[in-house]
Protein backbone atom coordinates (compact mmCIF):
# COMPACT_ATOMS: atom_id res chain seq x y z
CA UNK A 1 0.00 0.00 0.00
CA UNK A 2 1.22 3.80 -0.91
CA UNK A 3 -0.42 6.46 1.29
CA UNK A 4 0.18 9.62 -1.12
CA UNK A 5 0.56 13.00 0.35
CA UNK A 6 0.35 12.78 3.98
CA UNK A 7 2.44 15.22 6.63
CA UNK A 8 4.64 12.84 9.41
CA UNK A 9 4.03 14.42 12.40
CA UNK A 10 2.99 17.54 10.49
CA UNK A 11 6.67 17.70 8.54
CA UNK A 12 6.88 17.81 4.61
CA UNK A 13 4.37 16.35 2.19
CA UNK A 14 5.61 12.34 2.49
CA UNK A 15 4.57 9.13 0.43
CA UNK A 16 4.43 6.26 2.93
CA UNK A 17 5.74 2.81 1.54
CA UNK A 18 3.85 0.24 3.62
CA UNK A 19 4.82 -3.37 3.05
CA UNK A 20 4.16 -6.52 5.31
CA UNK A 21 2.47 -4.65 8.17
CA UNK A 22 5.57 -2.16 8.02
CA UNK A 23 6.45 1.48 7.00
CA UNK A 24 8.95 0.12 4.40
CA UNK A 25 10.58 3.77 3.25
CA UNK A 26 9.51 7.21 3.63
CA UNK A 27 9.42 9.20 0.37
CA UNK A 28 9.14 12.84 -0.92
CA UNK A 29 6.02 13.02 -1.80
CA UNK A 30 5.36 12.46 -5.55
CA UNK A 31 2.09 12.62 -7.57
CA UNK A 32 3.05 10.59 -9.84
CA UNK A 33 4.79 7.71 -8.18
CA UNK A 34 4.00 4.32 -9.48
CA UNK A 35 3.52 1.60 -6.94
CA UNK A 36 2.19 -2.22 -7.46
CA UNK A 37 -0.70 -2.17 -4.64
CA UNK A 38 -3.33 -0.30 -3.29
CA UNK A 39 -3.19 3.56 -3.25
CA UNK A 40 -4.09 6.06 -0.57
CA UNK A 41 -4.74 9.83 -0.51
CA UNK A 42 -3.75 10.88 2.61
CA UNK A 43 -5.08 14.29 1.42
CA UNK A 44 -2.21 16.49 2.93
CA UNK A 45 -3.50 15.09 6.50
CA UNK A 46 -1.12 14.68 9.23
CA UNK A 47 0.31 11.12 9.76
CA UNK A 48 0.60 10.13 13.36
CA UNK A 49 1.28 6.92 14.94
CA UNK A 50 -2.14 5.89 16.54
CA UNK A 51 -3.60 5.79 19.96
CA UNK A 52 -2.31 3.11 22.55
CA UNK A 53 -4.83 2.99 25.39
CA UNK A 54 -3.42 1.52 27.69
CA UNK A 55 -5.64 1.65 31.09
CA UNK A 56 -9.14 1.23 30.16
CA UNK A 57 -12.37 -0.57 31.53
CA UNK A 58 -14.27 -2.04 28.47
CA UNK A 59 -16.27 -4.09 30.73
CA UNK A 60 -17.89 -1.23 32.95
CA UNK A 61 -18.87 1.22 29.94
CA UNK A 62 -21.77 2.41 29.06
CA UNK A 63 -21.13 4.49 26.04
CA UNK A 64 -24.19 4.44 23.73
CA UNK A 65 -26.86 4.38 26.23
CA UNK A 66 -29.09 6.73 28.09
CA UNK A 67 -27.32 9.22 30.55
CA UNK A 68 -28.06 8.64 34.29
CA UNK A 69 -27.26 10.52 37.02
CA UNK A 70 -24.56 9.73 39.15
CA UNK A 71 -25.38 8.02 42.20
CA UNK A 72 -22.26 6.54 43.31
CA UNK A 73 -20.83 7.40 46.93
CA UNK A 74 -17.23 8.64 47.40
CA UNK A 75 -14.32 6.56 47.63
CA UNK A 76 -13.03 3.06 45.67
CA UNK A 77 -15.77 1.15 47.72
CA UNK A 78 -18.23 3.29 47.70
CA UNK A 79 -18.01 3.61 44.02
CA UNK A 80 -17.31 -0.29 43.32
CA UNK A 81 -20.50 -0.85 45.36
CA UNK A 82 -22.79 1.56 43.05
CA UNK A 83 -21.46 -0.56 39.93
CA UNK A 84 -22.04 -3.79 41.60
CA UNK A 85 -26.21 -2.49 42.52
CA UNK A 86 -26.79 -1.59 38.68
CA UNK A 87 -24.38 -2.74 36.20
CA UNK A 88 -26.75 -6.10 35.39
CA UNK A 89 -29.70 -3.44 34.78
CA UNK A 90 -27.74 -2.69 31.51
CA UNK A 91 -27.44 -4.75 28.14
CA UNK A 92 -24.69 -7.78 28.25
CA UNK A 93 -20.67 -7.07 28.95
CA UNK A 94 -19.83 -8.56 25.74
CA UNK A 95 -22.63 -5.74 23.69
CA UNK A 96 -21.26 -2.71 25.41
CA UNK A 97 -17.68 -4.11 25.60
CA UNK A 98 -17.48 -4.71 21.75
CA UNK A 99 -19.39 -1.61 21.11
CA UNK A 100 -16.68 0.77 22.92
CA UNK A 101 -13.95 -1.29 21.44
CA UNK A 102 -15.34 -0.31 18.29
CA UNK A 103 -15.59 3.36 18.49
CA UNK A 104 -12.54 3.54 20.01
CA UNK A 105 -10.34 1.88 16.87
CA UNK A 106 -12.94 4.01 14.59
CA UNK A 107 -11.47 7.01 16.22
CA UNK A 108 -7.71 5.86 16.06
CA UNK A 109 -7.20 3.60 18.82
CA UNK A 110 -5.12 0.29 17.92
CA UNK A 111 -3.63 -0.88 20.65
CA UNK A 112 -5.27 -1.64 24.39
CA UNK A 113 -5.38 -2.82 27.27
CA UNK A 114 -8.55 -3.26 29.02
CA UNK A 115 -9.10 -4.31 32.57
CA UNK A 116 -11.58 -6.70 33.93
CA UNK A 117 -13.08 -7.03 37.08
CA UNK A 118 -12.84 -9.96 38.63
CA UNK A 119 -14.95 -10.51 42.38
CA UNK A 120 -17.26 -12.96 44.20
CA UNK A 121 -20.17 -10.96 42.48
CA UNK A 122 -19.41 -11.13 38.96
CA UNK A 123 -17.33 -13.93 39.11
CA UNK A 124 -15.80 -14.75 35.74
CA UNK A 125 -18.68 -12.50 33.79
CA UNK A 126 -16.95 -9.75 33.12
CA UNK A 127 -13.28 -10.89 31.93
CA UNK A 128 -15.55 -13.11 29.33
CA UNK A 129 -17.34 -9.89 27.91
CA UNK A 130 -14.08 -8.37 27.64
CA UNK A 131 -12.72 -11.75 25.86
CA UNK A 132 -15.39 -11.44 23.25
CA UNK A 133 -15.16 -8.14 22.69
CA UNK A 134 -11.17 -8.60 21.92
CA UNK A 135 -12.19 -11.71 19.43
CA UNK A 136 -14.74 -9.74 17.43
CA UNK A 137 -12.41 -7.10 16.57
CA UNK A 138 -9.66 -9.55 16.00
CA UNK A 139 -7.18 -8.00 13.14
CA UNK A 140 -8.60 -4.76 14.00
CA UNK A 141 -6.95 -4.01 17.06
CA UNK A 142 -4.29 -5.83 19.51
CA UNK A 143 -6.27 -6.34 22.93
CA UNK A 144 -3.96 -6.87 26.67
CA UNK A 145 -7.06 -8.37 29.04
CA UNK A 146 -5.98 -7.63 33.15
CA UNK A 147 -7.24 -9.68 35.77
CA UNK A 148 -8.40 -6.93 37.87
CA UNK A 149 -9.48 -7.51 41.51
CA UNK A 150 -11.84 -4.47 41.98
CA UNK A 151 -13.13 -4.48 45.23
CA UNK A 152 -9.60 -5.90 46.10
CA UNK A 153 -8.44 -9.46 46.77
CA UNK A 154 -9.07 -10.45 50.43
CA UNK A 155 -12.45 -8.70 51.23
CA UNK A 156 -14.39 -11.65 49.65
CA UNK A 157 -14.16 -15.06 49.36
CA UNK A 158 -12.68 -17.40 46.85
CA UNK A 159 -11.16 -14.00 44.06
CA UNK A 160 -7.15 -14.84 44.33
CA UNK A 161 -8.77 -18.37 42.70
CA UNK A 162 -10.90 -16.48 40.22
CA UNK A 163 -8.25 -14.36 39.53
CA UNK A 164 -6.05 -17.56 38.88
CA UNK A 165 -9.00 -18.79 36.30
CA UNK A 166 -9.14 -15.75 34.68
CA UNK A 167 -4.84 -15.87 33.94
CA UNK A 168 -5.28 -19.43 32.90
CA UNK A 169 -8.12 -18.20 30.68
CA UNK A 170 -6.57 -15.14 28.37
CA UNK A 171 -6.15 -13.04 30.61
CA UNK A 172 -2.49 -11.54 30.33
CA UNK A 173 -1.98 -9.09 33.27
CA UNK A 174 -2.16 -9.65 37.01
CA UNK A 175 -4.25 -6.39 38.78
CA UNK A 176 -3.85 -4.79 41.73
CA UNK A 177 -5.48 -2.52 44.14
CA UNK A 178 -4.82 -0.03 47.06
CA UNK A 179 -2.90 -2.34 48.94
CA UNK A 180 -3.95 -0.11 52.05
CA UNK A 181 -6.60 1.60 51.96
CA UNK A 182 -8.94 -1.02 50.11
CA UNK A 183 -7.66 -4.31 51.54
CA UNK A 184 -5.68 -3.16 54.62
CA UNK A 185 -3.32 -5.56 54.58
CA UNK A 186 -0.30 -4.60 52.28
CA UNK A 187 1.89 -7.86 52.68
CA UNK A 188 -0.53 -10.19 51.66
CA UNK A 189 -2.32 -8.42 48.94
CA UNK A 190 1.46 -8.37 47.27
CA UNK A 191 1.92 -11.90 48.37
CA UNK A 192 -1.09 -12.69 45.93
CA UNK A 193 -0.40 -10.16 43.37
CA UNK A 194 3.26 -11.35 42.78
CA UNK A 195 2.51 -14.91 43.52
CA UNK A 196 0.27 -15.28 39.95
CA UNK A 197 2.70 -13.43 38.40
CA UNK A 198 5.16 -15.80 39.22
CA UNK A 199 2.60 -18.39 38.25
CA UNK A 200 1.85 -17.63 35.37
CA UNK A 201 4.74 -15.65 34.25
CA UNK A 202 2.50 -12.56 33.66
CA UNK A 203 2.96 -8.63 33.88
CA UNK A 204 1.66 -6.61 36.98
CA UNK A 205 -0.29 -3.36 37.07
CA UNK A 206 -1.82 -2.18 40.04
CA UNK A 207 -4.00 0.56 40.90
CA UNK A 208 -2.97 3.34 43.22
CA UNK A 209 -5.46 5.59 44.57
CA UNK A 210 -3.75 6.28 47.63
CA UNK A 211 -2.49 9.79 48.99
CA UNK A 212 0.71 11.33 49.95
CA UNK A 213 3.01 9.07 52.56
CA UNK A 214 0.70 6.15 52.66
CA UNK A 215 0.84 5.68 48.58
CA UNK A 216 4.61 6.46 48.96
CA UNK A 217 4.85 3.53 51.48
CA UNK A 218 2.72 1.14 49.22
CA UNK A 219 5.05 2.11 46.35
CA UNK A 220 8.00 1.35 48.51
CA UNK A 221 6.64 -2.08 49.26
CA UNK A 222 6.30 -2.47 45.54
CA UNK A 223 9.79 -1.60 44.43
CA UNK A 224 11.02 -4.03 47.11
CA UNK A 225 9.30 -6.98 45.67
CA UNK A 226 10.28 -5.70 41.82
CA UNK A 227 14.34 -5.82 42.87
CA UNK A 228 13.52 -8.85 45.27
CA UNK A 229 12.09 -10.80 42.50
CA UNK A 230 13.69 -9.74 39.21
CA UNK A 231 10.47 -8.40 38.26
CA UNK A 232 12.46 -5.26 36.57
CA UNK A 233 10.03 -4.03 32.71
CA UNK A 234 7.14 -6.16 33.91
CA UNK A 235 5.41 -3.68 36.95
CA UNK A 236 3.16 -0.73 36.04
CA UNK A 237 1.53 1.30 38.66
CA UNK A 238 -1.65 2.77 37.51
CA UNK A 239 -3.20 6.44 38.80
CA UNK A 240 -0.62 7.26 41.73
CA UNK A 241 -2.04 10.47 41.62
CA UNK A 242 0.17 12.26 44.58
CA UNK A 243 2.94 10.34 44.29
CA UNK A 244 4.83 13.88 43.52
CA UNK A 245 3.40 15.64 46.24
CA UNK A 246 5.28 14.32 49.31
CA UNK A 247 8.29 16.66 49.14
CA UNK A 248 11.13 16.93 46.33
CA UNK A 249 13.56 14.54 47.16
CA UNK A 250 10.96 11.62 47.33
CA UNK A 251 9.76 12.77 43.82
CA UNK A 252 13.39 12.71 42.65
CA UNK A 253 13.98 8.92 44.45
CA UNK A 254 10.74 7.88 43.40
CA UNK A 255 11.21 8.78 39.55
CA UNK A 256 15.00 7.26 39.52
CA UNK A 257 13.97 4.33 41.41
CA UNK A 258 11.16 4.18 38.58
CA UNK A 259 14.18 4.59 36.01
CA UNK A 260 16.07 2.01 37.53
CA UNK A 261 13.80 -0.56 37.89
CA UNK A 262 12.12 0.05 34.55
CA UNK A 263 8.40 0.27 36.46
CA UNK A 264 6.56 1.90 33.95
CA UNK A 265 2.97 4.37 35.07
CA UNK A 266 -0.35 4.68 33.36
CA UNK A 267 -2.10 8.00 33.90
CA UNK A 268 -5.69 8.75 32.89
CA UNK A 269 -5.13 12.55 33.02
CA UNK A 270 -7.00 13.76 36.13
CA UNK A 271 -7.93 17.10 37.52
CA UNK A 272 -5.01 16.57 40.03
CA UNK A 273 -1.74 16.21 38.34
CA UNK A 274 -0.58 18.97 41.21
CA UNK A 275 0.43 15.80 43.12
CA UNK A 276 1.45 13.29 40.73
CA UNK A 277 4.87 13.02 39.33
CA UNK A 278 5.93 14.96 36.30
CA UNK A 279 5.20 14.17 32.91
CA UNK A 280 8.07 15.42 31.95
CA UNK A 281 10.78 14.43 34.40
CA UNK A 282 9.46 11.07 33.72
CA UNK A 283 10.17 10.84 30.52
CA UNK A 284 13.63 12.30 30.52
CA UNK A 285 14.65 9.72 32.89
CA UNK A 286 13.63 7.22 30.55
CA UNK A 287 10.49 6.27 32.06
CA UNK A 288 7.78 4.46 30.24
CA UNK A 289 4.36 6.42 30.52
CA UNK A 290 1.10 5.36 28.69
CA UNK A 291 -2.15 7.10 28.72
CA UNK A 292 -6.06 5.70 28.99
CA UNK A 293 -9.20 6.53 29.61
CA UNK A 294 -10.46 4.85 32.46
CA UNK A 295 -13.77 4.10 33.32
CA UNK A 296 -16.36 5.99 30.09
CA UNK A 297 -19.48 6.59 30.88
CA UNK A 298 -20.17 4.37 33.54
CA UNK A 299 -21.69 4.15 37.14
CA UNK A 300 -18.09 5.53 38.23
CA UNK A 301 -17.97 8.73 36.48
CA UNK A 302 -19.84 10.52 33.24
CA UNK A 303 -16.40 11.20 31.56
CA UNK A 304 -15.09 9.35 28.54
CA UNK A 305 -16.37 8.78 24.92
CA UNK A 306 -13.81 6.41 23.23
CA UNK A 307 -11.47 9.26 21.48
CA UNK A 308 -8.29 9.01 22.73
CA UNK A 309 -7.42 12.30 20.88
CA UNK A 310 -9.89 13.51 23.18
CA UNK A 311 -7.61 12.33 26.17
CA UNK A 312 -4.81 13.57 24.41
CA UNK A 313 -6.03 17.10 24.44
CA UNK A 314 -7.01 16.79 28.41
CA UNK A 315 -3.23 15.49 29.05
CA UNK A 316 -2.00 18.53 27.93
CA UNK A 317 -4.48 20.84 29.38
CA UNK A 318 -4.46 19.35 32.86
CA UNK A 319 -0.73 19.47 32.63
CA UNK A 320 -1.36 23.12 31.99
CA UNK A 321 0.92 22.92 28.71
CA UNK A 322 0.86 25.53 26.28
CA UNK A 323 4.58 25.10 24.21
CA UNK A 324 3.82 23.31 20.62
CA UNK A 325 6.57 20.50 21.50
CA UNK A 326 4.89 19.27 24.90
CA UNK A 327 1.30 19.36 23.46
CA UNK A 328 3.38 16.97 20.60
CA UNK A 329 4.89 15.23 23.38
CA UNK A 330 0.94 14.04 25.13
CA UNK A 331 0.22 12.73 21.47
CA UNK A 332 3.69 10.70 21.66
CA UNK A 333 3.33 9.51 25.04
CA UNK A 334 -0.75 8.71 24.14
CA UNK A 335 0.82 6.51 21.55
CA UNK A 336 4.11 5.34 21.47
CA UNK A 337 4.19 5.61 25.24
CA UNK A 338 1.34 2.83 25.99
CA UNK A 339 2.80 1.01 23.01
CA UNK A 340 5.99 0.66 25.41
CA UNK A 341 4.12 -0.33 28.27
CA UNK A 342 2.49 -3.24 26.22
CA UNK A 343 5.81 -4.38 24.73
CA UNK A 344 8.78 -3.30 26.40
CA UNK A 345 10.95 -4.32 23.37
CA UNK A 346 9.90 -0.80 21.54
CA UNK A 347 12.06 1.80 21.70
CA UNK A 348 10.60 4.09 24.46
CA UNK A 349 10.38 8.00 24.49
CA UNK A 350 13.90 9.42 25.08
CA UNK A 351 12.90 13.18 25.60
CA UNK A 352 9.88 15.34 24.81
CA UNK A 353 11.25 15.93 21.28
CA UNK A 354 11.11 12.37 20.59
CA UNK A 355 8.69 12.03 17.88
CA UNK A 356 9.04 8.60 16.89
CA UNK A 357 6.10 5.82 15.02
CA UNK A 358 6.07 7.00 11.47
CA UNK A 359 9.30 6.25 10.00
CA UNK A 360 11.05 3.69 8.07
CA UNK A 361 10.66 -0.04 9.81
CA UNK A 362 8.05 1.41 12.14
CA UNK A 363 4.76 -0.98 12.50
CA UNK A 364 2.16 0.14 10.34
CA UNK A 365 -0.28 1.57 12.83
CA UNK A 366 -1.14 5.14 11.97
CA UNK A 367 -4.10 7.93 11.86
CA UNK A 368 -4.37 9.99 9.18
CA UNK A 369 -6.12 13.41 10.39
CA UNK A 370 -6.87 16.48 9.66
CA UNK A 371 -5.02 19.69 10.96
CA UNK A 372 -2.31 22.73 10.21
CA UNK A 373 -0.19 21.07 12.95
CA UNK A 374 -0.06 18.44 15.61
CA UNK A 375 -0.91 21.35 18.05
CA UNK A 376 -3.88 21.95 16.44
CA UNK A 377 -5.27 18.44 15.75
CA UNK A 378 -4.86 18.27 19.73
CA UNK A 379 -6.92 21.44 20.07
CA UNK A 380 -9.40 20.77 17.83
CA UNK A 381 -9.83 16.87 17.42
CA UNK A 382 -10.97 16.90 13.95
CA UNK A 383 -13.38 13.98 12.35
CA UNK A 384 -11.26 13.17 9.13
CA UNK A 385 -9.83 9.93 10.33
CA UNK A 386 -8.02 7.54 8.42
CA UNK A 387 -7.33 4.49 10.58
CA UNK A 388 -4.66 2.15 9.40
CA UNK A 389 -3.43 -1.42 11.58
CA UNK A 390 -0.87 -3.68 10.63
CA UNK A 391 -0.99 -1.98 7.27
CA UNK A 392 -4.71 -2.64 6.91
CA UNK A 393 -7.34 0.26 6.43
CA UNK A 394 -9.32 -0.20 10.11
CA UNK A 395 -11.65 2.52 9.88
CA UNK A 396 -12.35 6.08 8.08
CA UNK A 397 -14.97 8.97 8.75
CA UNK A 398 -14.97 7.52 12.51
CA UNK A 399 -16.31 4.05 11.00
CA UNK A 400 -15.17 0.70 10.99
CA UNK A 401 -14.29 -0.81 7.68
CA UNK A 402 -14.50 -4.54 7.20
Sequence with gaps: MLIRNVRPWGGDPADLDVRDGRIAAVLPHD????????SIDGRGRLAMPSFSDVHCHLDSNRVGLPFRPHTGKPGVWGL???????WREDPPVAERATGLLGRMIAHGTTRVRSYAQIDADSGLERFEGVLAAKEAHQGRAEVEIMAFPQAG????????????????????????????????????????VFGLAERHQAPVDIHLHEPGHLGVYSTDLILERVRALGMQ????????????????????RLVEEFAELDVSMTTIAPAQQANALPLADLTRAGVRVGLGEDGQRDYWSPYGNGDMLDRTWQLAFTNRYRQDELIEHCWAVASRGGHTLLDPTVPRLASTADRPG???????????????????????????????HAGRIVAAGLQLVG
Excluded: F, W
Excluded at 31 to 38: E, I, K, Q
Design 31 to 38: PARPHDGA
Design 80 to 86: AMNDRAH
Design 153 to 192: LLLEKGVPQLMDQALSSGAAVVGGIDPCTLDRDPVRHLDV
Design 233 to 252: GKVTLSHAYELGGVDEATTR
Design 358 to 388: VAAGDAADLVLVDGDSVAAAVMDRGTDRTVI
